[in-house]
């Protein structure tokens, strides 16, 4: 026997070689892996309790120290995955063996090493998610297991091949057991969902629904968003410096945040319902970012412009315009008078200029009240537009009109 057969029970051997029809250990995981690919194979292999062999070489190779057995415990985790995909005599056969204590062990040991192996851990939480999926009896089995801690220690892990199954594992858990999304959305469970944001916004990218299907029950659907908003708040603001001034401080995965969540709601547009409470708390964020204009390099580039203070305030005013595409914010002259002075307020900023602008037209069309409301407004001053001024032009209102007009500029007043 090999270094690692030795530590694995004759039994368990016996049979994984008459399954695979090969008595070499190592290739008679990668047969069984294949086949198991197809429904057929696992009906079969559910059939021969091919499973049964696997949560023992685990519990071996983890007694045996693991860290020296990490290819063979890979391939047992893709054979559980495949075994699990679908097949509920596997399903039910992994929980009865403690597959998710074992598994979890190993992901909470592999987890917090000097050099994790974030394959193997893909690969393991693969299982839990596909074991999740048979019922309830198995996603408060893989919750008990790993919530909060686990999936804290597996989110840190700052990779996307691993956060994409972690995203499927908690909302499939959560999918169904309106208790497990309570836990999520306290106190124990935003640490959780603060270190998922901070991974996924330091990913290239991500190609899967997980994350924003999680972001938008708890975001939008429970109305959490504030809540996680404030969670990732940028920390190292120099000490004594007044929090509340006008130049907000955001964090880029804030500006993360808002963009996976513009993505949403401008994809649900139809079906998707954002409750008042958010609704006003994007406008607060919206108002409150619209000062740091003045202070923010600018320029001529779309979302995301590389500064999370321009990207929140843009990003809060997409997701504002399709808000109010589906409904109004509300009739509320300050918030029609605010949305009107975003439509000029960044000139050197087309994008969004273009923004406030549709947002505009969301908030008037076929509401009468904020048609009432933008009638009245009028133009209280001149306009400094330094593009105009180069002209040798200025703005000013007209007295009897109230209307802008282009007029020159005295001689003696020109630099």
Known sequence: MGNVEYAISENTLELLY????????????????EISKSNVGRHDFASERVLYAVPSILYSLTNASHNQHHHIISLCFKLLRNLCAGEIANQNSFLELNGVTVVSNI???EAVSSSPDKGLIRWGIQVLANVSLAGKQHQHAVWEELYPIGFVSLAKLRSKETC????????????GNPELFRDISSDGGWPLMAEIVR?????????EDWLKLLLSRICLEESQLPVLFSKLQFVDIPEGEDTDSTVDHHSSEQAFLLQILSEIVNE??????ISIDVALFLFGVFKKSVGILEHAVRGKSGLPSGSAAVDVLGYSLT????????????????????????????DDNPFL??????????MLEGNTENQ???????????????????LGLQVEVDQRTGRAKLVNIPSNERS
């Open 107 to 109: 992901l909470r040991s």
């Open 353 to 362: 200029r273009e923004w406030g602008i549709w947002t505009m037209r969301n």
């Open 268 to 273: 649900r547009i139809r079906d998707i319902t």
């Open 199 to 207: 991974t996924a916004s330091s990913a290239t990218s991500f190609g």
């Open 164 to 175: 994409d199954p972690l995203c499927m594992v908690i909302y499939t858990c959560c999918d």
């Open 372 to 390: 009432r409301i933008v009638s009245e407004l009028k133009l209280q001053g001149s306009a400094d537009v330094p593009e105009i001024s180069a």
């Open 18 to 33: 008459a399954a695979s029809n090969t008595v070499n250990f190592e290739k008679s995981l990668e047969i069984l892996i």
């Open 319 to 346: 997701i504002l315009r399709d808000i109010c595409a589906q409904d109004s914010v509300g009739d509320d002259r300050d918030n029609a008078e605010d949305v009107v002075d975003q439509c000029v307020t960044d």
